[in-house]
């Protein structure tokens, strides 16, 4: 007994003197425990923090604190914040950026699916709630540039319980993306998200910061804990499941496992480290982040100008002699190079050089008038545009240069297309593919694009290059190819290369995919009594009905032949699909195209056969359309004008 309690002892005594070796550092939150704050918990799970000699208490949000307060008057020694700390830093506030771990903020307005609010266009004289103060500035920004001043609307404050909203008592409010619309999809509410990035607004989301104090007096212990944090986040992307059951498990976080993991998949999206290194921080962009305060009135150009000086944390500041020794150093060798160079050119070689160059200028005059040419930055802030690119766009090279490419990006364009050409160009790879883009009169072009790195001499990328050809006419007649001729919605044929697509593209999330193949009732008779011409009319009404009672982007209606037609889907639960079905049915008889022939009702009607299945199990799209079809033929079975579904 004594042995064992000895033993015991033993272990405590050096587990208290391992303890005391590290030292303890506070860590405070701007939310409570969740997957927005995994990596931190990870590298403290995971031991990364205790490598690094560090004891690191992580401490949830106090509502009723300043988070990023809490940090400067030393209650804690790191923080994270979103981009409001430049903020900070403007009004002389000693705080520094280590990390900026979310590459976009995570803020954005929902509105209810059935309000009719799709963009901040439709904000005026409605009823919008957020946190006035609290890093507001994207969605201000967003409303600013639809023209919707704070009097256009009225403004509640944000009500968390997000009961206010759901009540109708608030027409519009601020949400987080990895939160509220998965809280909403639990309360069976439909919502459309309206996000400042989809605007040109691309704020940081959530940045790991100290304190000058703190950097100036422990700058070893900032570079191992950030490292250490970095590291922790690297963790708990490539091993979520884990993640989460140690959320769960140890930190008291309030949300499900199928909270967390819904979350986790949308913090990816946020932090994209397979595009950007993960704690980047831009310089260029915090500038652009802040002439949007400019823009608001949060700050002037001034105090601008002297945050971005200090707000950045960068660890090899004392080489920065060397670098500008260096430089100097090669522009010198350069000067003298070319000097000694023209010394020994000919009368005749300068000749030749006059007329060589002669010629290519007027070559790179031809290049500038008729070919699409466009460089930008790293960040993709455009440097160069061609009188021909500015000729398309219908912008001034004075208004292009210096913004970015999402001035001209049409919102149909899938961001995952720009996901894939971030990812190829960035690893150093040419990208290729269709663009659509939108010029300044609102007019939309097409362009097949060649992107690639621009190289340095030192191979360095120093930027991206972008040759297009115009291949609007092209598209336009590829339109009309998938393009029904009477009703103009989209074909059968159209369908038949969509519908494997999306059953695709849908098994990532496990998507739940809604296909309906609806049957005019009694066509023939139709036809045979009112004449062909009143049938190519009611063919052409109902189609513009079918077409006009879905949405969203991804939403498809199509003639597969004849009087019938097709619905392709995505909708959260089953329950909401035969709902949409239902009322495509109903609102075709509504109509009230007189049809004395059917025994159905006195009017045109439909016969539906809806099938919906989550997309992991669709065997193949052929089963798929099978199965819609024979429902539709219980529909018509059954006694015709209604929806069969399963």
């Not at 059935?114 to 409605?126: A, T, V």
């Not at 993306?177 to 691309?202: A, C, T, W």
């Not at 962009?285 to 944390?313: M, T, V």
């Not at 190079?337 to 160059?357: A, G």
Request: charged letters at 25%; one cysteine or more.
């Amino acid at each position: 007994m004594y042995k064992n309690i000895l033993i015991i002892l033993m272990i405590l005594s050096s587990s208290l003197f391992a303890n005391a070796d590290l030292e303890k550092v506070k860590l405070q939150l701007k939310w409570f425990s969740s997957f927005q704050f995994a990596g931190y918990y990870m590298a403290k799970e995971k031991g990364f923090y205790k490598e690094a000699g560090l004891d690191v208490e992580i401490i949830e949000r106090d509502a009723n604190k300043n988070n990023i307060e809490q940090v400067i008057s030393g209650e804690a020694d790191y923080g994270i914040a979103d981009s409001a700390i430049l903020l900070y830093r403007a009004k002389g506030k000693p705080v520094k950026i280590i990390a900026s771990i979310f590459q976009h903020s995570p803020l954005v307005f929902i509105s209810k699916k059935e309000s009719g609010i799709y963009s901040p266009f439709e904000m005026k004289s409605k009823v919008l709630s957020f946190q006035k103060g609290v890093d507001d500035a994207p969605l201000l920004a967003m409303l600013k540039g639809a023209h919707i001043a704070e009097s256009d609307y009225t403004f509640e404050a944000l009500d968390f319980s997000n009961e206010a909203f759901i009540r109708g008592e608030v027409d519009v409010m601020s949400a987080h993306l990895s939160n509220q619309p998965f809280f909403m999809k639990q309360r069976g509410v439909e919502i459309n998200i309206i996000n400042p990035l989809n605007y040109g607004i691309d704020f940081y989301g959530d940045n790991l910061f100290t304190t000058e104090k703190e950097i100036a007096n422990n700058p070893k212990r900032v570079e191992l804990f950030r490292q250490a944090s970095i590291k922790g986040w690297h963790y708990a992307l490539e091993n979520i499941d884990e993640t989460i059951d140690t959320l769960i498990s140890k930190y008291n976080t309030k949300r499900t496992k199928a909270h967390l993991k819904e979350e986790a998949l949308i913090i990816q999206d946020m932090i994209i480290p397979d595009m950007v290194e993960l704690g980047y921080t831009s310089s260029d962009r915090f500038y652009r982040i802040g002439q949007i305060y400019q823009r608001i009135g949060k700050i002037d150009k001034y105090q601008l100008d002297n945050a971005l000086d200090e707000l950045i944390y960068n660890p090899k500041e004392g080489n920065i002699w060397v670098k500008y020794f260096y430089i100097a150093l090669a522009l010198l060798t350069l000067f003298a190079t070319l000097s000694i160079i023209f010394f020994i050119i000919s009368k005749n070689l300068q000749k030749l050089v006059k007329n060589k160059t002669s010629a290519l200028n007027e070559k790179e005059k031809m290049i500038n008038m008729y070919v699409l040419i466009s460089e930008s930055d790293l960040d993709g802030i455009i440097t160069y545009a061609s009188e021909a690119f500015c000729d398309i766009s219908g912008y001034s090279k004075d208004k292009l240069l210096g913004q970015s490419y999402a001035m001209v990006r049409h919102p149909d364009m899938p961001s995952s297309t720009y996901k894939e050409l971030w990812g190829k160009i960035q690893n150093g790879k040419t990208w290729r593919g269709e663009l659509k883009n939108r010029n300044k009169e609102g007019n939309s072009y097409w362009l097949d694009a060649y992107i690639s790195p621009i190289i340095d001499a030192q191979n360095h990328t120093i930027g991206y290059r972008s040759i297009k050809q115009d291949i609007t006419d092209r598209k336009a007649v590829e339109a009309l190819s998938i393009r029904d001729g009477l009703t103009n919605i989209y074909n059968r044929r159209h369908f038949n290369t969509i519908l494997p697509q999306m059953i695709n593209s849908s098994k990532r999330r496990n998507d739940l995919v809604c296909f309906a193949i609806l049957d005019i009732d009694y066509f023939k008779q139709y036809n045979d009594i009112y004449g062909h011409q009143a049938g190519d009319n009611a063919l052409i009404k109902v189609a513009e009905s079918i077409d006009n009672s879905i949405h969203r982007s991804d939403d498809y209606c199509f003639r597969l032949g004849g009087e019938e037609f097709g619905v392709l889907f995505k909708l959260e639960n089953i329950e909401n699909a035969k709902l949409l079905a239902e009322s495509i049915r109903k609102k075709i008889e509504d109509l009230h195209i007189q049809h004395s022939g059917s025994s159905a009702s006195p009017y045109l009607t439909l016969s539906v056969g809806l099938i919906s299945l989550y997309a992991n199990n669709i065997k193949d799209d052929k089963e798929f359309y099978k199965q819609a079809d024979n429902l539709l033929y219980e529909a018509k079975k059954s006694g015709r004008n209604r929806v069969c579904s399963a």
